[in-house]
């Protein structure tokens, strides 16, 4: 069942403008409390037709963080435009730079393939995120 939802998930999103959903996101993110009470930042870096959230990167006032994996876990890792950046397992980005401890951070925002009215998440199936947010 998860699988035959992953698939219509990625359907539909490749069929809509992810540049005008992803600026439009971007915007709401910007203007939430929860950014504007964050200093570090955890995002993730867009793999195709997943929303792009590199533009906060404008944001000079905050530190934004990469995750990297390693192994079955995710690494958290300081991220600027200047960071280096490798292809990961999963044809994503990610920093070759060392990993910091993830209870720094204020607010992670994780991907997700699609999301219910009460805020359940559907991942891409590797359980990453969900084994690195039961740790913080």
């Known amino acids: 069942m998860k699988d035959d939802l992953r698939r219509w998930a990625k359907a ?6 992810m540049k005008s959903i992803s600026a439009e996101l971007v915007e709401i993110l910007l ?10 930042i955890m995002i993730f870096y867009p793999k195709d037709n997943e929303v792009n959230l ?6 000079k006032t905050k530190k934004f963080y990469l995750p990297k994996i390693d192994g ?11 960071t280096i950046l ?9 920093p070759v730079s060392e990993a910091c401890n993830p209870a720094l951070m204020d607010l992670i925002i994780v991907p997700a393939l699609v999301c219910d009215r009460d805020n359940y998440r559907l991942g891409y199936g590797k359980g990453f995120y969900d084994r690195f947010l039961q740790n913080l």
């Open 86 to 94: 490798s292809d990961s397992v999963f044809n994503t980005k990610e």
């Open 54 to 59: 590199l533009p906060i990167l404008e944001d």
């Open 31 to 40: 203007q939430s409390k929860e950014y504007g009470r964050a200093k570090n």
């Open 12 to 17: 539909v999103r490749a069929s809509l403008d």
């Open 72 to 82: 079955d876990n995710l690494q958290c890792c300081p991220f600027t435009e200047d």
